[in-house]
């Protein structure tokens, strides 16, 4: 097993763990991959399968041979060992979700199964057990599909002990349903919930210093300062007025402005509209119309902008329909 043993604290005499250390990276990440290696041994395993042998009874020959009956006794304060049984239950649920592989899936329901089941219950002093795991319904609802995806070759011969367990987990009233998962209605609503850097990787061991060529704060700092004062200015300089019109209408962009009436002329010639676009006839004029309709409709609450209407009505009775509104709004030679 690779995960890590955590640093013990003392409380009124009493050695414990702290539980906090179970929903931390030290444990979630290393658990994780002890998973994820389980997967990858029982598949190992599973393919060598006889056909007149159960694949439960060789998943449990691999859980024993990795360690996974010593695990239980990783925690045994009371208030421990809740938040590590919760995280260890949970841990196992996230992969039996549809994202995941099927085989994947079949192997995390057999280990959260085996690890719910074999709770110490009659040692002395007596350990805590959880009797319910908390899931949410999108969870569980993905949780009781799982058998109809082992259609495959493969996987039909998971497919009975698979079924077998789900029915024992359901009648057992084993679950808690929760709110879906997008709700955050687990508690931590992410695992892990604490990031530690690990002494024995070099790659986290210098989190938190400033590595080579990364900006000071100092610098940081100037740089928004000038992005700010950029940003000033432009609001500046475009809300000024030019004689009776707009600074983007004096000095509008003139590549803009030629790309737009390409594109238009190419638009144009694609629709295949011909003749008075004013019309209702054509694709472009019966646009045309409604727009300016919806215009008009605007016009009372448009002060000042009657230019704008005219411009709009005109533009609707050429070739191009409300396409050439940009005929005339600057100092552009067409």
Known sequence: ?????????????????????????????????????????????????????????????????????????????????????????????????????????????????????????????????????????????SLLSLPTCLVSEQLLPLKNAASHILANLVESKVFHIIPNSDRGAQNPRFLPRELCPDSNDASTSAIGKRGPGRPTRKDSAKRSKHALLGVEDWMKKTSEMSSDQHYLLTQPPRETLVAYRRDKSNLVDVIGDTGDVGASGGVIGRASLEVLERLKQAQALMAG??????????????????????????????
């Open 1 to 141: 097993m690779s995960t890590l043993r955590p640093v013990p604290t003392t409380t009124r005499g009493d050695v414990i763990l702290d539980p906090a250390f179970f929903t931390s990276s030290l444990f979630v990440h290393p658990f994780r991959d002890d998973i994820w290696s389980l997967v990858q041994l029982y598949h190992e395993a599973f393919l060598k399968i006889p056909q007149d042998t159960s694949p439960f009874t060789v998943f449990k020959t691999v859980w024993r041979a990795q360690g996974w009956d010593y695990m239980h006794f990783k925690a045994l304060d009371a208030t421990s060992r809740e938040t590590f049984l919760n995280v260890c239950f949970r841990l196992f649920l996230e992969r039996t979700v549809k994202t995941e592989a099927p085989f994947t899936r079949v192997v995390a329901l057999f280990g959260l199964y085996t690890f719910f089941n074999t709770q110490p219950s009659g040692s002395a002093p007596p350990l805590l057990d959880v009797r319910h795991i908390p899931i949410p319904l999108d969870h569980y609802a």
């Open 305 to 334: 902008q009657e230019e704008l209407i005219e411009r709009a009505e005109r533009a609707a009775k050429t070739s191009s329909g409300l396409l050439g509104l940009t005929e005339g709004a600057g100092n552009i030679d067409t």
